[in-house]
Nanobody, 114 residues
Framework: QVQLVESGGGLVQPGGSLRLFCAASRSIFSFNDMGWYRQAPGKERELVAT???????NYADPVKGRFTISRDNAKNTVYLQMNSLKPEDTAVYYC????????WGQGTQVTVSS
């Protein structure tokens, strides 16, 4: 059973924007904090943004003021709006639960390059 499916990545120029989508199984999504992670080549996976079921958010310093996480509790979906993208944002982006998690999805590739 597929638990997490990410989409929305692509190639974008520096300064551009992308919106990522994560469809999650109810068992992971409901009543759980959700997070977006990213993994750049040769680096460990890092947590970039989290959101509680009530909508409270938190961001890693490198993305503060540029990324916005949101969720639709009726659709079991988490979003990541990414603005003012930089080359260092290039990575595979994943979502998962925070308090309890599922198997990692395939992620979605984001490449920021001119």
């Amino acid at each position: 059973q597929v638990q997490l499916v990410e989409s929305g990545g692509g190639l974008v120029q520096p300064g551009g924007s992308l919106r990522l989508f994560c469809a999650a199984s109810r068992s992971i999504f409901s009543f759980n904090d959700m997070g977006w992670y990213r993994q750049a080549p040769g680096k460990e996976r890092e947590l970039v943004a989290t959101i509680t079921p009530g909508g409270s958010t938190n961001y890693a310093d490198p993305v503060k003021g540029r990324f916005t996480i949101s969720r639709d509790n009726a659709k079991n979906t988490v979003y990541l709006q990414m603005n003012s993208l930089k080359p260092e944002d290039t990575a595979v982006y994943y979502c998962n639960g925070i308090r309890w998690s599922g198997y990692w999805g395939q992620g979605t590739q984001v490449t920021v390059s001119s």
